[in-house]
Nanobody, 123 residues
Framework: QMQVAESGGGLVQAGGSLNLSCAAS????????MGWFRRTPGNEREFLAS????????FYADSVKGRFTLTRDNTKQMIYLQMNNLTPEDTAIYYC????????????????WGQGTQVTVST
């Protein structure tokens, strides 16, 4: 079992930055794939990035590559998502998730989810 909770969302102007945090509690954190997703109304959750223990690296969706950076601190059981050069299209609810399996690039692989944090980017 793993519990996760996001924080750090808010309102930012286009071109600005935000840093989201995700605190995890549970055993064997370092062996979990930890991911960031987002959802806009009427859509399924979109994969953004994963620190994938099963795959041995950090991976990004093309839509955020070069703008978003996921970092992980196994000692603190935290992951972060640094988001730069934000646009209004990045407005969404952002979720942190944990997966104990081998998959990492789709929401179906993740069993443990936070409540989400709202990010709003204004023009």
């Amino acid at each position: 079992q793993m519990q996760v909770a996001e924080s750090g969302g808010g309102l930012v102007q286009a071109g600005g930055s935000l840093n989201l945090s995700c605190a995890a509690s549970g055993r064997s954190f370092r062996t979990y794939n930890m991911g960031w997703f987002r959802r806009t109304p009427g859509n399924e959750r979109e994969f953004l990035a994963s620190s994938a223990w099963s795959a041995g690296g950090t991976f990004y969706a093309d839509s955020v590559k070069g703008r978003f950076t996921l970092t992980r601190d196994n000692t603190k059981q935290m992951i972060y998502l640094q988001m730069n050069n934000l646009t209004p299209e990045d407005t969404a609810i952002y979720y942190c998730a944990a997966s104990a399996g081998s998959g990492w690039n789709h929401e179906r692989y993740y069993a443990f989810w936070g409540q989400g944090t709202q990010v709003t980017v204004s023009t």
